[in-house]
């Protein structure tokens, strides 16, 4: 078998030349179309051999913010002439984009797409303009500079794309117009769209001199290493340019977030920077700990990193066995890109998305060269002709399916081989380069490629950009023959810029085989993968929650698993319960779990409980070995002078809401009586702000349940405990009082003595003091651009009160003290007697409220009447119709407060009944007694 095998390899090796003519006939039979069919426009549609001309041709959409009638296809795929051989064509395309390409056309272009494709085209462009000058004297006299002269002019149109508060730049700019207000108004980008500039604009900068680029660039990558979860190290796909928040947590290595970790990784190999080098080994580890399942790769939440966030992978991950290989993991690299393989083997092209056993979730396919980029890496790193099969497979394919007149056509759905009349200039820059440079002997080209780094775009930077070194250093290559890697150290001619992972092996046939094992493995594995028609217990970690209990029923007799029990889904509850097994909850906050087999609905299961205790142990032994992140809140001070730029580590509760799904921001007041173990005295002061509460005497609790009752927002209880801290101290999460059920709706947090006394310290320093309590921080310079727009961080009084009522505008409470008139036989008032305090209490409510409508007044005491009559009828719940809710939350945000004379309003003899209402409840009902006196 292994001879024939052999015999297989060595046939491919044969016909190397014949496949290079082939892939080098392949381009040249879509760029003639072009040339003859749509010469300088963005596109060719190959179907109809029409050009694409944005503005004129039907719009598809954000997809033709790529275009920017800048001859798209010609610029990007310019390179790839140089890199064919094809100088005659390569001189003609120069020229005619010197000639008849400018930058002023009035359209909208993506910031991501127009810097990878169109400057790193010209730069690109540029230095091969240069080689062939330099290897052919004879060619292209003319040529002085103009292509990268060019590219500055389109920097320069970007550069206004990097003035957000934080640097990072926005995702869309006018080529004319530059930052429109509509424009600055789209706030949000993608992790990839703002971490894909680096490469080409430091190259940029050290061509021309001119430091901005990579200045602007460098520091949009600062701020996002800054944004990563510090205790994932993971990061989101979408954040705002301007605070940093994330939109989209959802972390993977696929769309929105692919090629930033290839430009952490590629900055370190282009500039020669560690910090750099540092960054992506940090992600790397993390990527691999959170996302790897074997060959597979699961999206998961950056926060949160043991629960999935998606179901499927999508085609854009085929970059990451390149990096893997770049990186040095060639185990990793060699696994991912087979499982990959099988993908493609499968449906004969690599759709847009498919599912983990390798169905198809998304049936597209846009000719897309990722694959083939690893494949290219794979078979420079280990010369293994396995990967000239697999690039021959993609070219048969290509032929057979989507060849069509003018070029090659983008696939709309690979399972009925339905074509699109689109050809990305991609196809042409990318898909064929590689394809040719797989099959292409180092003495076919122009250039050396291991002299020069691949951008995202497969444009050309030298490694020269970043050498600084001494004489007798070897010059750096990307990656060295394996020949060389193996042999003796005295004869090598370079040194690497990439680890030298071949030396593992004696010999190039050594490193083969082990290549050929990896691949077996693979395979097995994704046919037992297949066979099970469910992947749960590959791709969940064992404290994995998110699939609901239908998924997990699927598998061993319908039992739950250990690793997918979660103590909030009350089907799981009810399952254990079925299986005899109790659940308690200890005063730690751990869980207790005992099995009682008689407790159990039949032996059946019964059994399944002991299976279900004996994964549970196995499970707190994995979870020692490698335990959970721990997202841990904080606490920001925000309000002028500071603006964010103290913060103080915190620790959680284990009962109310969780600051990872909403934040806090608001004034801290301390509570009255300082440690909250009975009703505050201070709930005027205390509404709509922040609680500070000291630790001891009573239940964690029981403390937060008091401030919600005076009105509070959150809390923040500050420990007893002279010298403790953060840092120093071990882990601590608020208790929560089992005797009761969670009724807590605001978030509470703890903080040690060191942060305590430094948080004090400020109250007592700075009147009002704001903060925000999250999970996260902000941008201090967009807090404080934020101050300056009058949108956050003024200390100004947004609470106003009465003896009647209370509201915060900022939050959207509305507090409300009923003082009713004790009367005797107050437990069985007749309904003459409570129409009699009702009367009077809505004339209260009309002098204590205003509006500026008369029947916005009659409604709101209507309203407030209503839920006066049902708290003396002794209802257990404030119940009010939709339309009652709809007018109150409305009224709450616009009532103002009136002084009530002392002459109307006599306290004595008087029961005082307290109500808060929100106009934002979320979870919480809309009004509730929080009170009785």
């Known amino acids: 078998m292994y001879i024939n095998a052999e015999e297989a390899e060595n046939e491919i090796l044969k016909h190397k030349e014949d496949l290079k003519n082939q892939a080098k006939e392949m381009f040249m039979h879509a760029y003639t179309a072009y040339k003859t069919q749509a010469f300088m426009a963005d596109e060719i549609m190959p179907i109809s051999c029409k050009p694409r001309i944005r503005g004129k041709t039907l719009s598809r959409g954000d997809v033709d913010d790529s275009l920017g ?16 051989d094809e100088l005659d064509e390569f001189e003609e395309a120069a020229a005619a984009i010197i000639r008849e390409v400018r930058f002023d056309s009035d359209f909208t272009v993506s910031v991501f797409e127009t810097n990878i494709r169109m400057v790193g085209g010209l730069i690109s462009g540029h230095l091969m303009a240069k080689l062939i000058q330099d290897k052919h004297p004879q060619r292209m006299p003319w040529y002085s500079d103009q292509l990268l002269n060019m590219a ?55 061509l021309t001199g001119n430091p901005i680029y990579e200045q602007k660039s460098r520091k949009a990558m600062d701020f996002l290493w800054n944004q990563r979860n510090h205790g994932s190290n993971l990061m989101g796909t979408v954040l705002n ?49 959170y996302l790897n399942r074997g060959p597979l790769f699961v999206d998961v939440h950056m926060h949160r990193p043991t629960i999935a966030a998606r179901s499927y992978m999508d085609a854009l991950l085929a970059f990451w066995p390149g990096v893997q290989v770049l990186k040095g ?6 696994e991912m890109h087979e499982m990959l393989y099988q993908v493609i083997k499968k449906h004969k092209f690599l759709p847009e998305a498919f599912t983990h056993d390798l169905q198809i979730y998304w049936a597209q396919h846009p000719l897309r060269p990722e694959f083939l980029e690893s494949t290219y890496l794979l078979y420079r790193a280990t010369k293994d002709p396995h990967y000239l ?20 056509s983008a696939v709309k759905d690979v399972r009925s081989m339905e074509l699109l009349d689109e050809m990305e200039s991609f196809v042409l820059a990318e898909t064929f380069k590689y394809l040719y440079m797989i099959f292409a002997e180092p003495t076919d080209l122009l250039f050396d490629p ?69 691949r077996t493995n693979v395979k097995k594995l ?283 505008y900022k939050h959207g409470l509305l507090r409300i003290d009923f003082w009713f008139k004790r009367m005797e036989n107050a437990e069985n008032l007749e309904e003459k007697q409570i129409e009699e305090i009702l009367d ?13 409508d008369k029947p916005d007044s009659i409604r709101f005491s209507g309203l407030l009447r209503q839920i006066a009559h049902q708290i003396l009828h002794k209802n257990e719940k404030i119940a009010l119709g939709q339309a009652d809710i709809r007018s109150l939350k409305r009224l709450i945000k616009s009532v103002k407060l009136q002084r009530i004379p002392q002459s109307v309003l006599r306290l004595k003899d008087r029961t005082l009944r307290t109500v808060i209402c929100r106009a934002e409840p979320r979870n919480a009902p809309i009004c509730e007694e929080v009170h009785k006196n």
């Open 450 to 518: 291991d002299n020069y780094v691949l951008t995202t775009e497969a444009h050309f930077l030298p490694l020269t950009i970043g050498e600084s070194r001494s004489p007798d250093s070897l010059p750096r290559r990307m990656l060295i023959d394996p020949d060389e890697v193996i042999g003796d150290d005295t004869a090598k001619k370079y040194q690497s810029a990439c680890p030298n992972f071949a030396s593992e092996f004696r010999t190039a046939d050594e490193l083969s085989l082990y290549g050929k094992g990896l």
């Open 840 to 852: 009077e209490q809505t004339e209260l409510f009309k002098i204590a409220a205003k509006f500026q």
């Open 526 to 808: 994704l046919s037992e993968v297949a066979s099970l028609g469910s992947l749960a217990p590959l791709l969940q970690p064992s404290h994995m929650d998110s699939l609901n209990a239908a998924d997990v029923q699927k598998k061993a007799g319908d039992r739950l698993r250990a690793w997918a029990f979660s103590t909030t889904n009350a089907d799981h509850i009810a399952q254990l319960k079925r299986m005899g097994i109790q659940i308690q909850v200890l005063p730690d906050g751990k869980m207790q779990l005992s099995h009682m087999a008689q407790d159990a609905e039949n032996a059946a299961t019964a059994l399944q409980g002991v299976e279900f205790i004996q994964e549970m142990i196995e499970f707190a032994k994995n979870l020692e070995k490698n335990p959970p992140i721990r997202v841990d809140p904080l606490i920001q001070l925000v309000s002028d002078p500071i603006f964010g730029r103290e913060i103080f580590k915190a620790s959680p509760a284990q009962f109310g809401p969780s600051l990872e799904t909403e934040e806090v921001i608001s004034e801290v007041v301390f509570a009255e009586p300082n440690v909250a173990c009975s009703p505050l005295t201070n709930s005027e002061e205390i509404l709509g702000k922040i609680a500070v509460i000291r630790r001891g005497e009573c239940m964690f609790q029981e403390k937060a349940r008091y401030a919600q009752e005076a009105g509070a927002v959150g809390v923040i209880v500050i420990d007893n405990q002279r010298g403790t801290s953060s840092e120093k101290s071990p882990q601590f999460a608020m208790s929560a009082d089992d005797k009761r059920t969670d009724d807590i709706k605001l978030p509470s947090i703890f903080l040690f003595d060191y942060e305590s006394q430094r948080l004090t310290n400020r109250m007592r320093d700075e009147p009002r003091l704001l903060i925000r309590m999250a999970t996260e921080t902000l941008n201090p310079a967009f807090l404080f651009t934020q101050f300056l727009k009058g949108n956050c961080c003024a200390r100004s009084p947004l609470v106003r009160q009465n003896k009647i009522l209370a509201v915060d």
């Open 241 to 289: 340019v301007h605070s940093g928040d994330w939109i989209r947590r959802d972390a993977g290595i696929g769309a929105g977030i692919d090629s930033y970790y290839e430009y952490t990784l590629k900055a370190y190999i282009l500039l020669g920077e560690e910090d750099y080098l540092h960054r992506f080994n940090t992600h790397y580890e993390s990527v691999m700990k």
């Open 329 to 334: 993991d060639l185990k990793g690299a060699i």
């Open 389 to 408: 099969e697999v690039a021959k497979s993609v070219m048969d394919s290509m032929n057979q399916h989507v060849r069509v007149a003018c070029g090659y």
């Open 152 to 206: 500055v002019d389109l920097a320069d149109r970007l550069l206004p794309a990097f003035n957000s508060t934080s640097g990072v730049p926005y995702s869309k700019i006018n080529l004319k117009r530059g930052l429109s207000p509509e424009l600055k108004h789209q706030s949000d980008t993608c992790t990839a769209c703002a971490g894909t500039i680096i490469l080409e604009f430091a190259t940029l900068s050290r």
């Open 69 to 84: 009638n800048f001859s798209l296809t010609l610029v990007d795929s310019l390179d790839t002439l140089a890199v064919l």
